[in-house]
């Protein structure tokens, strides 16, 4: 994989990720949450 994975989360859910992301190391247990993907070649 050459993109990030946040190239693959979709747009409305780029907050909820970047969250999870920033709490990931901070917490524990490690927090869960539902993401959405964007399929490919579709924004």
Do not use: E, W
Request: glycine share 2%; with cysteine.
């Amino acid at each position: 994989m050459k993109q990030p994975l946040s190239a693959f989360i979709l747009k409305n859910d780029a907050d909820l990720f970047y969250l999870l992301c920033k709490r990931l190391f901070a917490t524990s247990p490690v927090p869960a949450c539902d993401l959405r993907l964007v399929k490919h070649g579709k924004t």
